[in-house]
């Protein structure tokens, strides 16, 4: 059973940057061959998707967090990304991976259309 595991959340002023990673620890995944995204949620408010990769390493992200993050993966190691930079305090959520068996096709920040998802890394960011 797959399952995908996030670290890297912490608390961090306002500005600060955070990287968070999501392995999939019991290596059944091949990264190479999924779309994999990155989704928040803040206290409550509904998941909410923030950045995607495809399978040729194309990118989307929420308009809240152009510019300022930054999702990548690593094949070899199966490992996904999320650089988070110039952080705000509104950033502020739990942060999930998931992954889809296939292509993106445009719904890399659709929350319905993933398969597999981690338990989730807090982020808190103070102002």
């Known amino acids: 059973q797959v399952q995908l595991v996030e670290s890297g959340g912490g608390s961090v002023q306002a500005g600060g940057s955070l990287r968070l990673s999501c392995v999939d620890s019991?290596?059944?995944?091949?990264?190479?061959?999924?779309?994999m995204g990155w989704f928040r949620q803040a206290p409550g408010k509904e998941r909410v998707g923030v950045a995607a990769?495809?399978?040729?390493?194309?990118?989307s992200y929420a308009d809240s967090v152009k510019g300022r993050f930054t999702i990548s993966k690593d094949d070899a190691k199966n490992t996904l990304y999320l650089q988070m930079n110039s952080l705000k305090p509104e950033d502020t959520a739990m942060y999930y991976c998931?992954?889809?068996?296939?292509?993106?096709?445009?719904?890399?920040?659709?929350?319905?259309?993933?398969?597999?998802w981690g338990q989730g890394t807090q982020v808190t960011v103070s102002s």
């Open positions: 998931a992954a889809y068996l296939g292509r993106c096709g445009g719904l890399g920040l659709v929350q319905a259309f993933y398969h597999y």
């Open positions: 019991r290596y059944i995944l091949r990264y190479r061959s999924y779309c």
């Open positions: 990769i495809d399978l040729d390493g194309s990118t």
